[in-house]
C-alpha cells in the first residue's frame, strides 16, 4: 500500500482553543479597557463655530460647558485623560503668536473649566504654535522658515502658562529641536516639578492630518507643509533617535503619530525603550473608519479591532477620536 502523503493528524490543533467564548478567553494575550484611552477634544471660542466637523462626522467643536460635560462623560466612562485641543477665533491669530501663552486663551479656560469639573481627570494639552499662528505651523516663521530656537522659547512660556492653568501632561508636538529638555528644565526650575511630558515624540509628516487642521480652522491657513520639522514617513531610524533623545531630555511617556499605518514604529519603541507608549489614532483615521461605518461598508467592530491593534503592537495607551464610544461599547 502507498504510504500516507500528510500525516493522518495536525501536530498542533491551534483551533482546539478557538472553540468558544470562553476557551478563548482563556488565550486571550492583550486587552482594551477605557483605561488605555485618551480622548482627545476641540474646544472653540467662536460663537457659532460650535458643533460638528464636516471631516469628521460625529465629532464636535465644544464650547466651554461641552468640554465641561465631556470631562463629566470621561469620569463616568473611566476615561483617564483629556486632551484638549483649540479652536481659536482667525483674527487673534498673528505672526508673533501672543495668544499662545495667554492664560484666557481658549485652551487654557478649557484646562481650568474641567479641573474645576472633575479634578481627578488628567488634562493634556497640546504645546505648538499652530492653534495662534497666522500661517498654520508649529513654530514661527521668519523670512519663510521655521526657526527652532525662537520657537522653543515660546513653547516653554506656554507650556509653564498650562502648567499654571493646571494641566496634568504637557503634550508638545510642535516636533523642534531641544524642546523637551527646555520644557523640563523650566518646569523644575518653576515649581511644577509633577507636571509630566508626554512627547510627540515619532511624529511623522503625514497626510493623515488633514481633518484635524479643518477642526481647528487651520487648514485654509497652512503656508507651505511641515516637512522641515515633521518626520519623513519613509523614515525608522530617525523616528528612533527621536525617541531615545525626548526620554534622554526628560520625556516621562513618548507618542507614535499617526497610529494604524505606523504599528511597526509602536512595536519597536515598546521593544527598544520599555518606555510609556502611546500612539495616536489621528484624524485621518478616524474620518476613514466613521465614513466607512456610516456608509455601511464596515461594522461598528472595526473601532474596537483598530484599538485593539495598538495594544498587541505594545502601545500602553492610545489617543483616539473613538474614546467615548469605544468606552460605551466596552461598558
Ligand atoms: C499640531 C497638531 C496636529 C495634530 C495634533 N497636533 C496637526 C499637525 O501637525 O498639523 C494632529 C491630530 C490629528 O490629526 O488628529 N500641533
Known sequence: ????????????????????????AMVTETGLAPAN?????????????????????????????????????????????????????????????????????????????????????AVMTDIALD?????????????????????????????LVQAECGADILGPSDMMDGRIGALRMALELDGYRDVAILSYAAKFASAFYGPFRDAVGASGRLVGDKKTYQINPANRAEALRCVARD????????????????????????????APTFAYQVSGEYAMIEGAIRAGWLSREVMLESLLAFRRAGCDGILSYFAPAVAEMLA
Open 37 to 121: 484611552l485618551i480622548w482627545p477634544i476641540f474646544v472653540t471660542e467662536v460663537a457659532g463655530a460650535e458643533g460638528e466637523i464636516a471631516s469628521m462626522p460625529g465629532v464636535e467643536r465644544l464650547t466651554l460647558d461641552g468640554a465641561r460635560r465631556a470631562a463629566e462623560r470621561a469620569a463616568r466612562l473611566g476615561i483617564p485623560a483629556i486632551c484638549i485641543f483649540p479652536h481659536s477665533d482667525q483674527d487673534l491669530k498673528t505672526e508673533t503668536c501672543e495668544r499662545a501663552w495667554d492664560p484666557d486663551n481658549i485652551g487654557n479656560r478649557a484646562i481650568r473649566a474641567i479641573k474645576e469639573t472633575v479634578p481627578e481627570l
Open 131 to 159: 492653534p495662534y499662528n497666522i500661517n498654520g505651523h508649529d513654530g514661527f516663521v521668519v523670512d519663510g522658515e521655521i526657526v527652532n530656537d525662537e520657537t522653543v522659547e515660546a513653547l516653554v512660556k506656554m507650556a
Open 247 to 274: 526620554l534622554a531630555e526628560g520625556a516621562d511617556m513618548v507618542m507614535v503619530k499617526p497610529g494604524l499605518p505606523y504599528l511597526d514604529i509602536c512595536r519597536e519603541v515598546k521593544d527598544r525603550f520599555d
Open 1 to 24: 500500500m502507498a504510504r500516507p502523503i500528510i500525516a493522518p493528524f495536525p501536530a498542533t490543533r491551534l483551533r482546539r482553543m478557538r472553540r468558544n467564548a470562553n476557551l478563548r
